[in-house]
C-alpha cells in the first residue's frame, strides 16, 4: 500500500525534503500525517514539503500542513513549502499559511539530495549526514493577515504602558514573524536599538520572554550575569533596568513587552503587575486576530465543498449529454440562471437527483437536471 | 493601493464591493484555476483569459449581484451563442 503513496523523501542533515505526488485522498492524507509525525518523532526538525508535482490542494492538505507546521513551530523546528503552484500559493496566501510556513525557494530537485527513501514505516534513518547548507530551525507562529490592526493596536499598548509605567525610559513590543522577532512598536530609536541587539545576540530579557512565555527582569544591569552578549550593550546605551512581559497567541509564547529604564530598580510591584495586564490585553488582540484567520479556513473550506459540487454536477452532465467539461459547466450555469438559484445550489439538486437514481435511470433522465 | 481604471470586470468588482481576494475565493469555489494575481490581471485586462476563465469570474460577479437583487447584469463571454456552443 505504501508503495502507491506517492512521496518521495530524502534526507539532508536536519532537513527532510517530501516530494509528494499525485492525489493524496481521503485514505492516504492520514498516511501523509502519519509520515510527517514519525520524522519529526525522529527528530528531524526541518521538513520541507516540495508541492512541485501537485496543482491542487485540499482543504484535507491543508489542515494536515497547519498541523505539521503548528507541532514543528512547537518543538522549535520549522515547516518549509517548495514550488507551490501559483494557484497553491494563492491558497497558501488567502487562509495564512503562507506565514505559518517557510518558502523555499530553491527550485525541485528531481536529484534527491540526500539518501532518497521509500516511505515505509521504519527506515528513517535517525542520523544523518550535516550538509552544507541547512538552514538555521527557527520558530515559525502564525500572525493574523490584518497586521495594520493589530500593530496599530499595539502601538496604543506601548503608548501606554510608557505612560503607566513612572521610570519607563523607552517601550517596546516585539513579535515573533517569519521566524525571527521584529520590533513593531517602539517609543524611540534606542529601544528599537535595544531589541536589535537582543535579536543579534540570541539573549537579553526580551528573547528569553519570548521564548520561555515567563516575565525576565533585570533590576540593575551592572550586576547582570545571565546575558554576558547583550548586557553590556545595555550598558552602554544606558540602560540600567529592563522588564519583559511574555504576549501569546493561542496559548503560545509570541513575543514580548519591553520596558526599559535609566534608573536602576526602576520597576515597583505595581509597575509589573501594569505591564503584565497590557501584555494580556495585547494578547487578546493578537487572539482575536488569530480567530479572524480561523474564520478565512472555514470560507476555504466551504469554497473547496462548492468546487466538489459542481465538478461532480459536471461530471453528471458529460456523462448524460456527452458533452466537454467546459459545455456542461456552460450548461449548468445558464441552467441555474434559468432557475434563479446559485450555480453550488443549483449544482447539489443535479447530483442529489442523479444518486436517487439508479445509473441506468440517470442515464435516461434527460432534460439536464433541471428536473430535480 | 492607488485606484487604476480596470476593464469591464474590474469596474463590475467595484459595484458589487468585493475586495480581490473575496471574488479570486468566489472565483475559486465556482471552480477558478488561476491564481489570485492572475485573476488580478484579467481584471485589469493585463492577461487574457480563456472564453471559460472569463465565465467564470463574471459568474462569481453575477452571482454577487444577484444576492444584492441584480439579475446577472454582466455577460459572459457566449451572450449571442448558445452555452452548449462553447468550444
Known amino acids: 500500500m505504501l508503495d502507491d503513496f506517492g512521496v518521495g523523501v530524502s534526507f539532508a542533515g536536519d532537513e527532510v525534503v517530501l516530494r509528494i505526488q499525485g492525489e493524496v485522498d481521503l485514505v492516504t492524507a492520514p498516511e501523509l500525517g502519519a509520515v510527517i509525525d514519525a520524522i519529526i518523532d525522529r527528530g528531524h526538525r526541518v521538513v520541507v514539503l516540495d508541492l512541485a508535482d501537485l496543482d491542487f490542494i485540499d482543504s484535507q492538505r491543508l489542515a494536515l500542513m497547519a498541523r505539521a507546521a503548528h507541532r514543528l513551530e512547537r518543538e522549535c523546528g520549522e515547516l518549509g513549502v517548495r514550488s507551490p503552484s501559483p494557484l497553491l500559493l494563492s491558497l497558501l496566501e488567502i487562509t495564512g499559511m503562507d506565514a505559518l510556513v517557510r518558502m523555499d525557494h530553491r527550485a525541485s530537485n528531481s536529484e534527491p539530495q540526500g539518501p532518497e527513501q521509500s516511505v515505509g514505516t521504519p527506515g528513517i534513518p535517525g542520523q544523518t549526514r550535516r550538509p552544507e547548507s541547512v538552514p538555521p530551525a527557527s520558530l515559525l507562529v502564525a500572525i493574523p493577515a490584518r497586521r495594520d490592526l493589530i500593530d496599530g493596536a499595539l502601538r496604543v499598548v506601548v503608548a501606554l504602558a510608557q505612560a503607566t509605567i513612572e521610570r519607563a525610559g523607552g517601550t517596546s513590543v516585539s513579535l515573533r514573524r517569519h521566524g525571527r522577532l521584529t520590533t513593531v512598536a517602539a517609543t524611540d530609536e534606542t529601544v528599537a536599538t535595544m531589541d536589535e541587539d537582543q535579536y543579534t545576540t540570541g539573549e537579553g530579557p526580551c528573547v528569553a520572554a519570548s521564548a520561555e512565555g515567563c516575565r525576565f527582569e533585570i533590576d540593575a544591569v551592572a550586576d547582570e550575569t545571565r546575558w554576558p552578549a547583550f548586557a553590556p550593550r545595555a550598558r552602554a546605551l544606558g540602560i540600567h533596568a529592563i522588564l519583559s512581559t511574555p504576549l501569546f497567541a493561542q496559548d503560545r509564547p509570541i513575543g514580548a513587552l519591553n520596558i526599559y529604564s535609566r534608573t536602576v530598580g526602576a520597576f515597583s510591584p505595581q509597575d509589573v503587575k501594569s505591564a503584565s495586564m497590557l501584555a494580556a490585553e495585547s494578547s487578546t488582540v493578537l487572539a482575536d486576530a488569530g480567530a479572524e484567520e480561523k474564520e478565512l479556513t472555514v470560507r476555504l473550506e466551504d469554497a473547496l465543498r462548492t468546487r466538489e459540487v459542481i465538478a461532480q454536477a459536471q461530471g453528471v452532465v458529460m456523462a448524460r449529454d456527452g458533452l466537454t467539461a467546459v459545455m456542461s459547466y456552460t450548461r449548468l450555469r445558464t441552467m441555474a440562471q434559468r432557475d434563479k438559484s446559485s450555480l453550488r445550489h443549483f449544482a447539489e439538486e443535479v447530483v442529489a437527483t442523479t444518486s436517487h437514481h439508479r445509473p441506468s435511470e440517470a442515464a435516461h433522465s434527460g432534460g439536464g437536471g433541471a428536473d430535480a | ?87
Open chain 2, 1 to 87: 493601493m492607488p485606484e487604476r481604471s480596470g476593464g469591464m470586470l474590474e469596474r463590475a468588482r467595484r459595484d458589487v464591493g468585493l475586495s480581490h481576494g473575496e471574488l479570486w475565493l468566489r472565483y475559486f469555489a465556482l471552480g477558478g484555476m488561476r491564481s489570485a494575481f492572475e485573476m488580478e490581471a484579467i481584471l485589469y485586462d493585463a492577461l487574457e483569459p480563456s472564453a471559460h476563465d472569463h465565465d467564470v469570474i463574471v459568474q462569481a460577479l453575477n452571482e454577487r449581484f444577484a444576492e444584492i437583487g441584480g439579475d446577472h447584469p454582466v455577460p459572459y463571454s457566449d451572450n449571442e451563442r448558445d452555452g452548449a456552443t462553447d468550444q
